[in-house]
């Protein structure tokens, strides 16, 4: 099986931070990392698992190609936006 390619949105927050911490702590294998976040944070960029990783808008971000999609931005935000990233394929943590 081929490592996953993860979107983690809410990824400039504390619990998002913590996810990216765990993920690299346990060496969990993966091939992609998109973090997602509100306006105010999108193009800031994160070190995170060995690379740079530019955080998109959630506002205008496109979930294909993403296998695996952890929300941590809240309720309203996760209501609004897991049905987008299950719509496109991926699987809605």
Same mark, same amino acid.
């Given at each position: 099986?081929?490592?996953?390619?993860?979107?983690?949105?809410?990824?400039?927050? /504390?619990?998002? =931070?913590?996810?990216?911490?765990?993920? +690299?702590?346990? !060496?969990?294998? @993966?091939?992609?990392?998109? %973090?997602? /976040?509100?306006? =105010?944070?999108?193009?800031?960029?994160? +070190?995170?698992? !060995?690379?740079? @990783?530019?955080?998109?808008? %959630?506002?205008?971000?496109?979930?294909?190609?993403?296998?695996?999609?952890?929300?941590?931005?809240?309720?309203?935000?996760?209501?609004?936006?897991?049905?987008?990233?299950?719509?496109?394929?991926?699987?809605?943590?």
């Amino acid at each position: 099986m081929n490592a996953p390619r993860i979107a983690i949105v809410g990824g400039t927050g /504390a619990v998002g =931070r913590t996810m990216l911490q765990l993920i +690299e702590e346990r !060496g969990l294998p @993966v091939s992609g990392l998109r %973090l997602m /976040a509100s306006e =105010r944070s999108a193009g800031r960029t994160v +070190e995170a698992l !060995g690379r740079t @990783v530019v955080v998109e808008d %959630l506002a205008t971000a496109d979930f294909t190609g993403t296998d695996i999609a952890f929300f941590s931005a809240g309720t309203p935000i996760s209501a609004r936006w897991a049905a987008k990233a299950a719509g496109a394929g991926a699987l809605v943590v």
